[in-house]
């Protein structure tokens, strides 16, 4: 179907959207290329709408707003050591990496990255003034 070439991204985006298309809602469930593609598609939000359609997106993208208001709010106030900078970049950087290169199911690495700096305060003031992310 596919000649496994990154030229071949825009078809598979294209019938991916097409098999999304026909269960918008909830998706195919559980490992949908069997179902659908034959492969993965390249892309996560794709992957995420194969899986669980619209409903598990919507649940999916608060994540990506909370992540980037965060590191942008503690970014804006001054709050910040050098690892916390560096941890932002790096975990934008692996969810980029992985929205093209790897499946839903692998995809725990950045989006842990991402969910572990959103809970975790960019800076606290522990015994005699060290902060946590000062490194």
Avoid: C
């Amino acid at each position: 179907m596919f000649r496994g070439e990154v030229g071949a991204r825009p078809e598979i985006y294209s019938e991916a959207i097409s098999y999304i298309m026909e269960r918008p809602a909830f998706g195919y469930g559980g490992n949908p290329y069997e179902q659908t593609l034959g492969m993965y598609p390249h892309n996560i939000f794709l992957d995420i709408l194969l899986h669980g359609g619209f409903s598990l997106l919507f649940l999916f993208i608060p994540l990506f707003f909370l992540f980037g208001f965060k590191a942008l709010f503690a970014l804006y106030q001054g709050r910040v050591s050098p690892i916390f900078i560096f941890l932002v970049f790096y975990s934008a950087y692996a969810f980029v990496q992985w929205n093209f290169s790897f499946d839903l199911a692998t995809a725990y690495i950045p989006i842990g990255l991402m969910a572990a700096m959103i809970t975790y305060p960019p800076r606290t003031r522990g015994r005699f003034g060290a902060t946590a992310w000062s490194g």
